[in-house]
């Protein structure tokens, strides 16, 4: 079986918002090669008030991980972050 055949994509859960930020950070920091200056706290607030309520958010699961996200409204992509080691 496929990679691609054990992925998920499912919309965002207030639930996966600790694990999603977390993601977010760890990508961030190591696709751009700088701390990210916000706090946890910060980051969160920004999702659930300015990304989930903007954005149609799509989370990506392998085998029941979270593997990467995307925030998307119907012109761009606001956010796109995969998780360090799923890199391709």
Do not use: C
């Not at 706090?39 to 990467?68: C, D, H, S, W």
């Amino acid at each position: 079986m496929s990679v691609l055949a054990k992925i998920s994509i499912e919309e965002f859960s207030v639930a996966d918002a600790a694990e999603l930020v977390q993601l977010w950070r760890e990508s961030f920091e190591f696709g751009v090669g700088v701390k990210d200056p916000h706090p946890i706290e910060e980051q969160t607030k920004y999702l659930l008030a300015e990304v989930v309520p903007n954005n149609a958010v799509r989370v990506a699961f392998l085998e029941r991980r979270m593997v990467g996200f995307i925030a998307a409204s119907s012109i761009s992509i606001s956010q796109l972050y995969v998780r360090i080691g799923f890199h391709r």
